[in-house]
């Protein structure tokens, strides 16, 4: 496989139009500066990939979409595998087919379900498919050039993507895109660009995989650091209907249990943006539930979904102008960036969007989580902080999605201080490399293996919605960022024996997969109803995670051999362990070295 450059563009997003302004120049030489309508590239080839940067030459300011080189692949031996990485900690990741598979985005009708899956919300072309911010190209040869992996050098200013297709001309197009989803360019600014990596060496997508992580996070001050994380979480036994009882007898049990976090889930709060109150289940308010769990011995953590708001909380009706917008037929109107019915909020589970370009709002952040500190929560879990990638009106216009997520996590962590862990969860995994300690890597689990194409509950959401099987593919699919970006988050294991379609050798598949990942392990069961073995179970499981993530914090986190055989991924080695999970048939084979 041979990379040829054949183009550069840019698109521009044109005022008031929703049509996208596309100008392509022809082949360039190694090293050049081409005009691209008003904007100006820069681009240097280097030995192992390139360095970028744009800047406005015209006299008016620019909104600049992309920017994108367009490479043929020359010499490519069909059929074309790719390793898609998805988007943020739900997406799927795994590999596709060139001409066979198609994009996610092309089933869903939606621009929020078209963004779960990439950086642009647009929907693909035809025939395309996508990576977001690192991929593995692997044609059918063997040997030394069939295989490429490719990655962006950093993702705090700008997301990128991988898009591959198949041209007319029988072309195969790679074209690498720096995604800057219409942030505004002052006439003669110049902005620098992430730099790409291509390496072509021998070694297992894995390996190569967890190279380009390397480096990444080390130039991005990555937080790997943090001790090995045993936990308790709220959600998945009792979801949004969470009381202060309920919390309270698991915490009255958790001395028997080696936890070191104990953590809040969704449904203590007054409303969505609404933090610091609770409602009428949880009449002793934050800081009493947070000393009281620290009296355990525990971490108190605590879940938010900082970047969202309900259209009747508190913060929305005192600050209207801290939400984001969006031009409607008579004016402006809020920006509606997630829909969940459960959450009400005045507008049937839609919900707005803080802009986190406005500096007011990022001081609310900041206040926001050193007063979550202050109450005594050292463990944050901020969710659905995917809402300010959403395309609107922001009031820096400058900013790109990714950078209006960064300032947002920039201020919790200036509130939070150094010490509190902070995990992100429905969060563009690129843009906060070196402000969160961990990430959830994947779909949330749910008691029941895989679902049925008739569980779609919007069109182009399935392999979205909670499945362990899903979870077990992103576990796989994305172990090589442990400890090399932040700490893996798999999810929960399932440690129940009763209301469940897990029967125990899937329950096990899963407890092996979270084990072997060597990341965060997380108990999600009602302590006081689960099964005599649950214990026993949650002991090896810890015992198995603590090697391989000792040999993660060494620098080799766990690979999977088959990254690029199967559509879902279902090995993962560490030093002495061999996990192998048959995922159609919901088993697996657990090896010792
Ligand atoms: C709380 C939960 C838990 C869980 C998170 C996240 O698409 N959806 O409607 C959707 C709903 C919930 C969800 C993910 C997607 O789960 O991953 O751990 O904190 O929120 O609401």
Same mark, same amino acid.
């Given at each position: 496989?041979e990379?040829?450059?054949?183009?550069?563009?840019?698109t521009?997003?044109t005022?008031?139009?929703p049509h996208?302004?596309i100008? =392509?120049?022809?082949?360039?030489?190694?090293s050049?500066?081409?005009?691209?309508?008003?904007?100006?590239?820069s681009?240097?080839?280097?030995?192992?990939?390139?360095s970028?940067?744009?800047?406005?030459r015209?006299?008016?300011?620019?909104?600049?979409?992309?920017?994108?080189?367009?490479?043929?692949?020359?010499?490519?031996?069909?059929p074309? @595998?790719m390793f @898609?990485?998805?988007?943020?900690?739900w997406?799927? =990741?795994?590999?596709? $087919?060139?001409?066979?598979?198609?994009?996610?985005?092309?089933?869903a009708n939606?621009p929020f379900?078209q963004?779960?899956?990439?950086?642009?919300?647009?929907?693909?072309?035809?025939?395309?498919?996508?990576?977001?911010?690192?991929?593995?190209?692997a044609?059918?040869?063997?040997?030394?050039g069939?295989?490429?992996?490719f990655g962006?050098?950093?993702?705090?200013?700008h997301?990128g993507?991988?898009?591959?297709?198949?041209?007319?001309?029988?072309?195969?197009?790679?074209?690498?895109e720096a995604?800057?989803?219409?942030?505004?360019l002052?006439?003669?600014?110049?902005r620098k660009?992430?730099?790409?990596s291509f390496d072509?060496?021998e070694?297992t997508?894995?390996?190569?995989? =967890?190279?380009?992580?390397?480096?990444?996070?080390?130039?991005? *001050?990555?937080?790997?650091s943090?001790?090995?994380?045993?936990?308790w979480?709220?959600?998945?036994?009792?979801?949004?209907?969470v009381?202060?009882? %309920?919390?309270r007898?698991?915490?009255?049990?958790?001395?028997?249990w080696p936890?070191?976090v104990?953590?809040?889930?969704?449904?203590?709060q007054?409303?969505?943006?609404?933090?610091?109150?609770?409602?009428?289940k949880?009449?002793?308010?934050?800081?009493v539930l947070?000393s009281d769990?620290?009296?355990?011995?525990?971490?108190?953590?605590?879940?938010?979904?900082?970047?969202l708001?309900a259209?009747?909380s508190?913060?929305?009706?005192l600050?209207?102008?801290?939400?984001?917008?969006v031009?409607g037929?008579s004016?402006?109107e809020?920006?509606r960036?997630?829909?969940?019915?459960a959450?009400?909020?005045g #507008?049937?589970g839609f919900?707005?969007?803080?802009?986190?370009?406005n500096p007011d709002?990022?001081g609310?952040l #900041?206040?926001?989580?050193?007063d979550?500190?202050a109450?005594?929560?050292s463990?944050?879990?901020?969710?659905?902080t995917f809402?300010?990638?959403?395309?609107?009106?922001?009031?820096?216009p400058?900013r790109?999605?990714? /950078?209006?997520?960064r300032l947002?996590?920039?201020?919790?962590?200036?509130?939070?201080?150094? /010490?509190?862990?902070i995990?992100g969860?429905?969060v563009?995994l690129?843009?906060v490399?070196?402000?969160?300690d961990?990430?959830?890597?994947?779909?949330d689990v749910a008691?029941l293996?895989?679902?049925?194409?008739?569980d779609?509950?919007v069109s182009?959401?399935?392999n979205?919605?909670?499945?362990?099987?899903?979870a077990?593919?992103?576990t796989?699919a994305?172990?090589?960022?442990?400890?090399q970006l932040?700490?893996?988050?798999?999810?929960?294991?399932?440690?129940?024996? $009763?209301?469940?379609?897990?029967?125990p050798a899937?329950a096990?598949a899963?407890d092996?997969c979270?084990?072997?990942?060597?990341?965060?392990v997380?108990?999600?069961?009602d302590?006081e109803?689960v099964g005599?073995?649950?214990?026993?179970?949650l002991?090896?499981v810890?015992?198995? *995670?603590?090697?391989?993530?000792? #040999?993660a914090?060494?620098g080799?986190?766990?690979?999977?051999?088959d990254l690029?055989?199967?559509d879902?991924?279902?090995?993962?080695?560490?030093?002495?362990?061999?996990?192998?999970?048959d995922? %159609?048939?919901?088993?697996?084979?657990?090896?010792?070295?």
């Open positions: 496989m990379l040829v450059i054949e183009a550069i563009t840019a521009l997003d005022e008031g139009g996208d302004h100008r =392509s120049i022809g082949v360039v030489p190694a050049d500066a081409v005009m691209v309508g008003p904007v100006q590239v681009l240097t080839l280097r030995a192992d990939g390139l970028w940067s744009v800047a406005n015209g006299d008016g300011p620019v909104r600049l979409r992309t920017v994108a080189v367009l490479l043929r692949l020359a010499g490519v031996v069909e074309l @595998r @898609r990485h998805g988007y943020q900690s997406s799927p =990741s795994g590999v596709a $087919t060139l001409g066979v598979h198609d994009d996610p985005s092309v089933h939606f379900v963004g779960v899956y990439h950086a642009d919300s647009r929907r693909a072309r035809d025939g395309e498919l996508r990576s977001e911010w690192c991929t593995v190209l044609d059918a040869g063997v040997g030394p069939h295989q490429v992996v962006f050098e950093g993702g705090d200013q997301d993507t991988f898009r591959v297709r198949g041209r007319e001309d029988g072309v195969i197009e790679l074209r690498i995604f800057l989803g219409g942030a505004m002052r006439p003669g600014e110049e660009l992430h730099g790409v072509l060496a070694g997508p894995s390996e190569l995989l =967890s190279r380009w992580a390397h480096r990444a996070g080390r130039s991005a *001050g990555a937080r790997v943090a001790p090995f994380l045993v936990g979480c709220s959600w998945y036994h009792f979801f949004d209907s009381t202060e009882g %309920d919390l007898r698991n915490l009255a049990v958790a001395d028997d936890f070191d104990f953590q809040l889930d969704d449904g203590y007054a409303a969505i943006g609404d933090w610091r109150d609770t409602n009428a949880f009449p002793s308010g934050l800081d947070a769990i620290s009296a355990h011995g525990m971490k108190p953590g605590i879940w938010l979904a900082p970047f708001a259209p009747d508190e913060v929305v009706r600050h209207p102008e801290w939400i984001a917008h031009q037929e004016g402006l809020p920006l960036s997630w829909w969940n019915p959450w009400g909020g #507008e049937d919900m707005y969007s803080l802009d986190t370009t709002v990022l609310h #900041e206040q926001l989580a050193r979550l500190v109450a005594g929560f463990y944050l879990k901020l969710d659905f809402a300010p990638t959403i395309d609107g009106l922001w009031a820096d400058a790109t999605p990714a /950078e209006r997520v947002g996590y920039d201020a919790i962590r200036r509130g939070a201080g150094e /010490e509190t862990f995990l969860c429905g563009p690129a843009n490399v070196g402000v969160v961990a990430n959830r890597i994947g779909p008691p293996w895989a679902l049925k194409p008739a779609e509950i182009g959401y399935l979205v919605q909670p499945a362990t099987r899903s077990v593919s992103a796989v994305r172990s090589f960022m442990h400890r932040w700490l893996n988050d798999p999810d929960c294991i399932m440690l129940r024996s $009763t209301v469940t379609e897990l029967g899937a096990e899963w092996r979270v084990a072997v990942s060597g990341g965060l997380m108990v999600s069961d302590l109803s005599p073995d649950a214990r026993a179970r002991d090896e810890v015992a198995i *995670g603590r090697v391989s993530d000792d #040999e914090r060494q080799v986190p766990p690979r999977s051999s690029m055989e199967d879902v991924p279902g090995t993962l080695s560490s030093a002495h362990f061999h996990v192998v999970v995922v %159609d048939a919901a088993t697996s084979t657990l090896r010792e070295t």
